[in-house]
């Protein structure tokens, strides 16, 4: 019972005195459920691009852009009948070749058709480069209004790097950070319709390195000052060696104990006289 | 420093084996040979929320840090906090006992071996925490590849490591009696754990010369560790303090660090007496006057950690420095303000229950206890993160999410699952070895 009234009493003591620092914090009305600042217009080239955010759709390239480009380039609906987007190349169905018109999404069923995906990767600066990829049939007309995603490969995964609808030239693109040694490796990724099959690309990219260049001596020592370091080495070096010595005391401890009974031999036993 | 004898009594049988124990050293075994159902429950409940964390790591390995709310602003975070607070309550045990066994304090006793467990425990738990902030473990290399003995970072892993290292063996040596006397005591019931014992008592049997032997290892490393300790968390301020950031760049954050450590490891203590005292039914070992002594010692330690927290808040609030009058703003009256006063709260009302313990008894210390472990968390998230969101330059022009830290589901169900490994180590060394050094308490005892 006793036992009971004290923790009643701590708690209660602790609720009522934990009003006063409570009372402080809401009066300022500041309980941090992350609340945003106020908002700054972010210029577009300066917000990072976040791996799971969808990149911005590409301006179309006006040198790439091949003539017949001016055309929506997308599969078209076909008179075939529908056939299974499985994704396997054998096709057994005749299928008609289809026209660059139209979406993938709006397409008629039709039988899924090879594409071609072809991925560069473009420098653009030190610290940027854009991976850039192309979607075409067979015929090599581009590809409208596709979603390629953009992967890449990270030491134990991909991280995304946006999904992009393909322009009238079958363009899309995508922003890489890249820093200088790097080598760089990305997948670019149409996940198919019922009209287009899926298919994918890698490319890498090695950016080159570039030399230190040497910074204001107040800023940085290329090397530790050599009285430090041997300050550092007699006090760790000196933990270490007490560690060692009470090691050794261990070993002589399993060599402290008694000492078994030994059993004399006869030769040993001293003569005695009756 | 006296070490008592081990009395080995042979002949007398009971259901832990053939007897070859103290008296009273039963009652400190038994919670080594039973389990009851609550257990495998509580240990299942653990296991499960370290799962989850597991979980959580593995989808941040393979999604990258951008699944956890660091962004270029907010390097550090709830990772960097649970490292701090880990390596304070680690402070605990080691430093502590320590203390005590070289003052002479003979009631320490009953205590120490749960103190030493808590070093070791929360050092093997705090320690990871700073590969899991680095997102990917293999940039670790590039401490052995390009380290820098400039850097305060190399100093923390220096440090660290020969505390952790030094820690165990301050840990494994008073448990040798034990283990010789575990041995006998559980090989048939337990032959393979008595083999492991036998191993480790390194063929003890109480001779004057091992005795002699084993006082002077232990004297070595009570008096080797003390400073190591204090320059661990002096070396963990450091990170912080030789930033030239606001907030961090203070010359009192070494000994306020130390101070920390040492107040939150007593209250770790504290709670883990209270909570064995209950479970193990080790009423006769741990009593009041353990948690009076402790209270004592927090009252102490919290006092000066009062006057070390308003030292630095008022040093930086009258300087009145542009970037730090931000600080001290966002943090009285800012959008920390929430955090910051519950941490003040929770960290220092437990003084108060502590001086009043003659009314609120040991009930009111152990609750103190809890209060104060959760307060100095909060604590140390309230020195990491607002400095980073009041730099120099005031954040500007980036995304939303890139000026607030709001940590993910992947950092709370990582920090879910070391406070339950923590728990989970700590439960899992109670179940191996015995929690109250049988020798120490049966010779105080017997003296």
């Not at chain 1, 363009?171 to 319709?193: C, H, I, N, W």
Request: charged share 15%.
């Amino acid at each position: 019972m006793r036992s009971t009234l004290r923790w009643l009493l701590s708690v209660g003591l602790t609720v009522a005195l934990l009003m006063v620092p409570m009372g402080l914090a809401l009066a300022h009305g500041g309980v941090d459920d992350g609340d945003e600042p106020e908002e700054e217009p972010a210029p577009a080239a300066s917000a990072p691009a976040a791996p799971a955010a969808p990149g911005t759709p590409p301006e179309p390239e006006a040198t790439a852009a091949p003539a017949e480009a001016a055309t929506p380039a997308s599969p078209a609906p076909s008179a075939a009948p529908m056939a299974e987007h499985t994704g396997d190349t054998a096709d057994p169905a005749p299928a008609t070749p289809p026209t660059p018109t139209g979406t993938p999404a709006d397409s008629a069923p039709a039988p899924a058709a090879p594409t071609q995906l072809a991925l560069r990767l473009e420098p653009d600066g030190a610290d940027q480069a854009r991976a850039v990829a192309v979607l075409t049939d067979p015929s090599g007309q581009p590809l409208q209004n596709a979603t390629i995603t953009f992967l890449r490969k990270t030491t134990f995964g991909e991280v995304s790097l946006g999904t992009v609808r393909t322009n009238g030239a079958g363009l899309a693109a995508a922003d890489l950070p890249v820093s200088p040694g790097q080598e760089v490796k990305v997948t670019a990724a149409f996940k198919g319709s019922r009209s287009w099959r899926a298919t994918e690309a890698g490319a890498s990219l090695s950016v080159p390195a570039v030399a230190a260049t040497s910074r204001p001596p107040g800023l940085y020592t290329q090397r530790p000052n050599p009285w430090f370091l041997a300050i550092l080495l007699v006090v760790v070096g000196g933990v270490w060696l007490t560690y060692a010595a009470v090691f050794y005391l261990l070993f002589g401890l399993s060599r402290a104990r008694m000492a078994p009974h030994r059993v004399p031999v006869p030769s040993e036993i001293p003569a005695t006289s009756d | 420093m006296s070490m008592g004898t081990v009395a080995l009594r042979r002949g007398r049988h009971d259901d832990m084996g053939s007897g070859a124990l103290p008296p009273g050293a039963h009652d400190l075994l038994r919670p080594v040979v039973e389990s009851g159902p609550w257990f495998y429950l509580f240990i299942g409940l653990l296991a499960g929320i370290m799962a989850l964390g597991l979980g959580a790591y593995v989808y941040q390995l393979r999604y990258g840090l951008g699944v956890t709310g660091l962004r270029s602003y907010f390097s550090w975070g709830l990772y960097i906090t649970n490292f701090v607070f880990f390596i304070g309550v680690s402070h605990a045990g080691t430093l502590i006992s320590a203390i005590l066994r070289v003052t002479g304090a003979e009631w320490r006793r009953p205590i120490t071996r749960m103190a030493e467990v808590i070093t070791g425990v929360a050092l093997l738990i705090g320690a990871p925490m700073v590969i899991i902030d680095l997102g990917r473990p293999d940039r670790l290399l590039n401490l052995v590849a390009h380290g820098r003995l400039q850097s305060p970072l190399l100093w923390d892993v220096i440090s660290v490591t020969t505390y952790l290292f030094g820690s165990m063996v301050y840990l494994y040596l008073p448990m040798i009696p034990d283990l010789a006397a575990c041995y006998p005591a559980l090989k048939d019931r337990y032959p393979v754990r008595a083999r492991l014992y036998k191993m480790l008592a390194l063929g003890w049997e109480g001779t004057a010369e091992q005795r002699r032997l084993l006082e002077k290892a232990i004297g070595i490393m009570a008096i080797v560790i003390m400073p190591v300790a204090v320059s661990v968390h002096t070396v963990v301020s450091y990170i912080f303090s030789m930033t030239l950031r606001e907030g961090w760049h203070s010359s009192i954050f070494g000994p306020y660090f130390v101070i920390g450590a040492i107040y939150s490891g007593i209250a770790a203590l504290i709670l883990a007496m209270a909570i064995f005292r209950k479970a193990y039914r080790l009423e006769r070992y741990i009593t009041p006057l353990h948690f009076r002594k402790l209270g004592y010692l927090l009252l102490a330690v919290g006092l000066v950690y009062l006057y070390t927290t308003f030292t630095e808040y008022l040093t930086m609030f009258y300087g009145n420095k542009e970037p730090e009058k931000r600080l001290v703003q966002a943090l009285f009256s800012g959008e920390y303000a929430g955090v910051f006063w519950s941490a003040i709260g929770f960290t220092f009302v437990p003084v108060l229950l502590v001086a009043l313990a003659r009314w609120t008894g040991m009930a009111g210390i152990v609750f103190g206890a809890a209060l104060v472990n959760i307060g100095m968390w909060l604590k140390r998230y309230i020195i990491i993160t607002p400095s980073l969101a009041n730099p120099f330059l005031p954040i500007q022009t980036v995304p939303p999410d890139y000026a607030v830290y709001s940590p993910t589901w992947v950092e709370w169900a990582i920090t879910a699952a070391a406070v339950a490994g923590f728990v989970l180590l700590y439960v899992g060394f109670t179940k191996l070895f015995p929690i109250v050094s049988i020798w120490e308490t049966e010779a105080d005892h017997a003296a």
